[in-house]
């Protein structure tokens, strides 16, 4: 019984820790959802897609069967299904050197914003889902001060 509470401890600081981070990106995330209409921290906040916008409506059209949409809302849908692929053989090969994963994961950040700067390039602001949020916090916040202004 005694052996026990060490572990347990452990997971209660966690458990704490993920709550203490889970909790208030929830309630901003609501926020957001209900001020902006989008529940992403840089385009409800900033009104800038992300390098992951578009991702949650390309799983949608690809539900649907719909591939060709899905490639358009975002062309790398399909690769978080290849990094939990790879994330489970590297949990396989546990206690081997790892470092090849982590290459892995550098790389894929540095895909998704090699992506990200095309879809700017090429689609924002006037393609969905690379477009401007007129609803985001700081449009709303500029749009006051300008009122104020001209006054
Ligand atoms: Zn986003």
């Given at each position: ?5 060490p ?34 921290v ?9 390098p ?11 539900w649907?069967?719909?591939w ?7 062309p ?28 892995f994961l ?5 895909l998704?914003f ?15 889902p ?8 700081l449009?709303?916040i500029?749009?006051?001060l ?6």
């Amino acid at each position: 019984m005694g052996s026990n509470q060490p572990g347990r401890r452990v997971w209660y600081r966690s458990a704490k820790g993920i709550a203490g981070f889970a909790i208030p990106l929830g309630l901003y995330l609501a926020l957001a959802w209900g001020y902006t209409g989008g529940i992403c921290v840089l385009y409800a906040s900033v009104g800038l897609p992300c390098p992951g916008c578009g991702l949650s409506r390309a799983w949608g059209c690809a539900w649907r069967g719909q591939w060709l949409e899905a490639l358009a809302m975002h062309p790398l849908f399909w690769y978080p299904v290849l990094m939990l692929a790879v994330w489970a053989v590297q949990r396989l090969r546990r206690g081997r050197s790892n470092r090849w994963f982590t290459v892995f994961l550098i790389a894929s950040c540095a895909l998704f914003f090699a992506v990200y700067a095309v879809r700017m390039a090429a689609l924002f602001p006037h393609t969905i889902p690379m477009v401007w949020n007129r609803k985001s916090f700081l449009w709303r916040i500029c749009r006051g001060l300008a009122a104020l202004f001209r006054r």
